[in-house]
C-alpha cells in the first residue's frame, strides 16, 4: 500500500503544469467557500453582539397598560408580578437591565435642533452599555449627574455641541402631553454596534422616567443580558409560564398582539403608544428573545450561505470536470504503463487505487492551499479597519469585519470535495484498473 | 513433466466484422532452464504465443499449461498472483516506469508481492542484480537518461528480481543496434546459467536465434519446426 501511494505521489509531479492548474481551481474553490463562510459566521456573531447591544440584552420584557381613559401605553405596571416570575430563572440572568424609552423628541441647542430618541438607564447596571460606547468626547463620569445625557456623534454634530454643553429635550410623555427638561451633555460617543439611522441617545431613567410622567421607579421595559445566549429561547419560554400564572400575556391574545417583534423593532420611533381593541386590568407582559427581532437578520445570512453554497457546488462540478478530463487523458497516457505494471504482478485493485489517491492528493493539495489563502484573507479582511460613522456599522464589530473560520464546516468542506474528487475519477480509475494487459502493452502511447 | 505446455492452443482475434486467426493450433513443451527462442517472420504470431504463455492473454481454445496449473481456470487475481510469482517480462520498448529510477525499478515488483522480505537482504539482492547488469553507477538515474541497451538491461534486472521460473521476451533486441543486441541476449543467456532461470525470447534475427538451445520456428501461426538440443 505505502508503495501504492508514493507512486501515486510520483505521478502528481509527472505533468506539473497540469496538476498545478486543477490544484489552482480547487483551492480556488475552498479559498472562496471558506471565506464566505467565515464572513457569514462571523457576520451573524457580530450582528448577534450588535443587536444585544442595541436592544440591551437577550430576552425582553414589554408591558403594556391601559390608562383610565382608554389610553394603551408602554409600561411595566406591576413590577411585583415581574419580579417574582424572574426569580426561578435568575441563574440564568447575568444582568438586568430596566430602561424608558421617549418617543421621537427633539433636542436643541442654541438655533439648532434635531430629533432623537432617548433610553432612560440605569447607569449602573448597564455595563455591557458602557462597553459598547466609544467615547469620543467627556466621559462616562459625568454621568453621575442624573441630568446627563449621552449624545452619538452624529446628533452632536448636527448640534454643533461639545461635552458639559447644555441641551433641552422636547418630549412627550407616556399619556401625550408635552413637555420639556434641559439635559447637560455627559459624552459624546460612536456606537459602532449600532445602526447607523437609529439615532439614540441616553439619560439617566429617573430623570427621564420623571420627564416621561412614570410613577417614581417605573419603567418601561426589561431586558435580560443572560449567562450563555444560546439559553434565550428556553429562558423566554419559561419566564412567559411564570408570568401567565399571575398576569396576562400578549402573546395568549393575538387579536392585539400584531406582530410584536415588528413592534418592537419599528417602535423605536414611535414610542408604542396604540389604540386599544380591547380593555384589560393590569399590565399585559409580552417576552421577546434576540432570535425574534433578529430573524430576518438570519434569514439573510442563510440566503447568503444559500448563495455561497450553490456557488461551491457550481466551483466544484466545474472543478470536478476538469478532474474527470485529466485522468482520462492520464488513462491513455499512460495505457502501456499500466499493461506493464500489471503484467509484472499487480492488482487491478492497486491499479485503481493509484487513480484514486492521485486524485486525492491533488485535491488536499489544491484544498492545504485554499484554506491557507483563506485564512490569509480573513486575517487581512478582519484587518481593515472601517471609520467609526461607517455605513455599515452594524455589520462591523469595534469597526472589523469579523470572520469566523468554522473548524468542522472546514472539515466538512474537504471531506465533500474529497468525495467528490473519489466520485469524478472513479470511471477513469475504474477502466484502468479494468485494461486488458495484452491490449494495454500493445498501444503506441 | 514438462515447466510448460501448449496444447492444440488457436487464437482468433476479433477485428472488426471479421477475424484473424493468428494462433490455428500449436502444441510444444518448454523444459526447465531452457534457453528458449520463439522464432518467425512478422505475424506469424509470436507475440501472442508469448503473452498467452505470460497469461496475459488467453487462447481462444486448447489450454496453456504452467506448472502443471491449467491458466484457463484461474481467476485474474490468481493470475496476477501467478505472473508475479513465476514469469518475469522483458519487453521490446523496454517499458520501465518513468518517475522510478533505476534501483527503483528493479525494486518495483518486489514491492508489489505479499511476501515482505527482510529490507537488507533486499538491497542486497537488488545491488548484487546491478552489478550482475552492469548498472551500479547509474542507480539513480531515471529511464530517461538512458540508453536504449542500458534500460534493457534494468529491465532484465527487473524480470530477475523475484527470481522467477520463467522470463519472457518479447522481441528484446528490436529497438536496438545488432551489437547491443546481441550483447543482451548474451546477458540473458548469463543469467539463465546463474540462475537457472527458463528464458524464452521471440525474434526474428537469425544471428540471434542460435545462441538458444531450444528454437520454436512459427510460420502463419503453425510451429514449423521444433528443435532441442
Ligand atoms: N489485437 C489484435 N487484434 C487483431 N489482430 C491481431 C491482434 N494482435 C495480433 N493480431 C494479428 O495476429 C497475427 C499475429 O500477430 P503477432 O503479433 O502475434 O505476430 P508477431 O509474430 O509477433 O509479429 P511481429 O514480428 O510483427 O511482432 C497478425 O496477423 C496480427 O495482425
Ligand atoms: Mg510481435
Redesign the pocket.
Known sequence: MMNIIKIAFRNITRQKKRSILLGSAVAFGVLIIILLNGFTAGLKETMKENFTSLMGGHVYVNGKVVLPSGKIVNMIGDRDILDKALSPIADEIAEVHIRAQSGRSEIIFGSKSTSLLIYGVNWNDEKLLKKTLTVLDGSFKALSDPKAIVLPKKIADKLQVRAGDSVLVRLDTVTGQRNVGDFTVGAITSDPGSFSFISAGYANITYLGELLGLKPGGYQYMNLYLKDINRMDVVAKKLRDELRKTALLEEDTPEDTNNETHQRSMGFMMGGSTTAVKPWKGTKFSVTTLNDVMAPVLQMIRILNMVSLTLFIILLTITMVGLLNTFRMVLIERTREIGTIRAIGMQRKDVRNIFFFEALFLSLAGAAAGLVLALIGMAVGGAVTFSANSNMGIFLLNRHIQFIASVPGILLIIVILLLMTLVAVYLPARRAARLKV??AL?TQY | MALISLNEVH?I???GKTE?H??KGVTFTIEAGDFVSIA??????????L?MIGCIDTPTEGEVIIRGTNTKELKDKEITMLRHDVLGFIFQNFNLIPVLNVYENIEFPLLLGKTREDKNRRREWITHLMEDVGLIEWKTHKPNELSGGQRQRVAIARALVTKPAIVLA??PTANLDSKTGENIIEMMKKMNKEFDTTFIF?T?DKTIVDIADHVIH?KD?LVESNSRG
Open positions: 495484452a491490449d500493445r | 487464437k482475434y476479433p477485428l484473424v493468428a494462433v518467425g517472420p512478422s505475424g506469424s504470431g509470436k507475440t501472442t504465443i503473452n518479447d522481441e521471440s526474428h512459427l501461426g
